[in-house]
């Protein structure tokens, strides 16, 4: 609906400039706007404002928003039925490119006499090409003072949205009613900007993966026969990012040397039983801090409890399994003596080519 111009005598001019809107603080992804009165488009018969000094967009500019109750100090009182009396608002900053708008609000702090309702509208436009209500609403008569408001979710293009205003129109013939506060509010969605798809990172070829962050620090262990857990000591370089995370396994190879100490219990046995499962001592998953070294216990199966019991020394791989960053898995293999808390000192192994080598991503 569109309202012809009223007549020039009925306004006033309007502000040179106008008043920054305020950013009412809001969840993420929505934000308000809060427009106060900067300029007075209409001012008809019988409206008055409180004190008589004041403008009646300096009388409805409280800076205050509701819930919140303004001061009752200056105000504007009804006029002659039929009659008008509106303020234009500050215009809302630009949005942003990922900005939408929601709704748009014109609140009032209002209270009306026994016979006096007032109506509540939201305007759009200029005294020289027109206005357009966006909204209206009937505050009834013999309310006590508080907030009243009307919304609309008309799409509103800048031009328009520069151009809001708040009205009011007299109802009834008698009774004191009156306008203490007035402002906009224009409420906006944003929406997370659509992230490009990302290439699935590439897998470096096996001749040029890093070497593992992690080391075996243990070459032997000393293995009691109550003993359920071996520690085995792991370091991580410092250059790493995060630190170091993965699993350590303790595994004998169905070849691997074992000194045995009765010819039922010998290699050749030890090899029939690790191909019926019993290849892993046991496992353990660590995490490590960078330029640390940490004590990891990996606790022993029963089989390998009894494996370990019946023979002088066993030569274990000591296996770390951890993922860098680009989600490359990365293994090491080093192997370390377990020997019977009762066959004497044990001597470590040698450095070989099955210390401390990075393979593939599979346990052979």
Partial sequence: MKLAAPAKAFFAALAPALVAAVLLPATAGATSYLLPPT??????????????????????????????????????????????????????????????????????????????????????????????????????????????????????????????????????????SLVYAAYGEVDTLAQAPIQPPQPAPSTPAESTRPLSDVSVRTAAVTVTSTQKDVPVDLSCAAATTGGCHGVLVLRVLSGAAIASVSAAGGPHAVAARCARGCRVLGKQSFNIAAGHTKRVKVHLAHSARHLLQGHKRVTAQAVTITTDSAGNSQITKTDVTLSHANSGPIAPPSPGPNVSQPTSNSLP
């Fill in 39 to 176: 300029g007075t488009q209409a001012l008809q018969s019988g409206w008055s404002v409180t004190p008589s000094s004041s403008s009646p967009d300096a009388a409805l500019a409280k800076g205050v928003s509701q819930p919140a109750a303004p001061d009752t100090s200056s105000y504007l009182s009804a006029g002659d039925s039929g009659s008008w009396v509106a303020v234009s608002l500050a215009a809302p900053p630009s949005f942003s490119s990922n900005e939408t708008l929601k709704q748009t609000t014109a609140w009032a702090y209002v209270s009306t006499g026994p016979s006096r309702p007032l109506t509540l509208s939201l305007w759009t436009g200029n005294p020289l090409m027109g206005f357009t209500i966006l909204g209206s609403t009937t505050i009834p008569a013999g309310q006590p003072a508080g907030w009243y408001s009307v919304t609309t979710r008309t799409p509103l293009d800048p031009i328009k949205l520069s151009q809001l205003a708040v009205a009011f129109q007299a109802v009834g013939s008698s009774g004191a």
